[in-house]
């Protein structure tokens, strides 16, 4: 029986260099693209297909900010398929990032300058925007739409012979100073893409809190800084080229600069292949790439305690029971 795989984002950047990445390296799988823009997807999928003829590839289209499109996509995914093996939560935003060129300067002449060129710790700031469903849109992409998805997916992802595995792509920019349980949607700060990062590891924990026991095991990766569509709106990609040799020389110091897709899917990859029991709950497993261009995987103990994970889960379920009332009465 093929492994059935499923990814959000899969039309660019690390989703697709994983779906490129699986295919190459994966005999039996069905890999489902679960896109926003259905085009695009279909590309992908013809492009996947062509570079290797016998590979299962299907599209299911998505908007996971947009929570009536989650509910329809997950009825079509429990209408084709009897289960799931893995399903990789890795579609996010980071809308209209500013960059404070001040702060980056000085971070260069400071003691944490890898600290800080790997994190990104105090250089952005973005402006978020409101839904139509009334959430916030970093939030609703990157963690409850996600969320609301596993939930809708769960008769595909029950007990059954194999353990079924849930891959989060966080980042290394998740900050416990920048998220707040009495703010969870990040309505009042200014750096809602750490706080949703923050959110999506704490989140993980109380999923394999809750689901471990059924066989259903939850990880998160960070890929590392690459250039992809999501960094190409913090610098223009002629930016980046221009800070190339800079790059290039910071890579000898910081591992986190994987750049391209391919080397950002390393963790992604090396998950797959993971015996999940094996794996620590409470570990992030970082994707990253040497000076001279070998990827390898390590790992980073996350900054954050189970007490607060479950208040978030609970928090998230009420979010759940409250949308879902909405959409009801609404429809
Ligand atoms: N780039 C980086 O340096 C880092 C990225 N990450 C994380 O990696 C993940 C992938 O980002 P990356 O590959 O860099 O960026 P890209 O912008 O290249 O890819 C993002 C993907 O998410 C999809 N997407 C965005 N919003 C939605 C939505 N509402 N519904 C469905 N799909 C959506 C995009 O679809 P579409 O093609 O339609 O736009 C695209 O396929 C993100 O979670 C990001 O936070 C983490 C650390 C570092
Ligand atoms: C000389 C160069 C290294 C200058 C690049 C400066 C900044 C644009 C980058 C320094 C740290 C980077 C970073 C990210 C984006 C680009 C930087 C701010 C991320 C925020 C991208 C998305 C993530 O999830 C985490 C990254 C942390 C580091």
Redesign the pocket.
Known sequence: MPKVVLVTGATSGVGRALCQRLLREEEELHLCLACRNPGRAEALRAELVAARPSAQVSTVQVDVSDLRSVLRAAGELRHRFRRLDYVYLNAGI?PSPH?DVKA?VSSLFSRNVIH?????EG??TQEDRVTADGLQEVFATNVFGHFLLVRELEPLLGAGDSPRRLIWTS???ARRANFRLEDVQHREGREP?SSS?YAVDLLSVALNRHGNGQGLFSSVV?PG?MLTN??YG??PPFVWTL?MP??WL?RFFAN??TLTPHNGAEALVWLFHQKPESLNPLTKYLSATTGLGSNYVTTEKMDLDENTAEQLYRHLLELERHVRATVRSAD
Not at 116 to 120: D, E, H, L, P
């Open positions: 980071m960059l980056l800080v060129f790997s994190t990104a250089l952005l980042s290394r920019s893409y990062k960070c800084t999501l960094t913090i610098l800070l800079f790059i910071m986190a600069f």
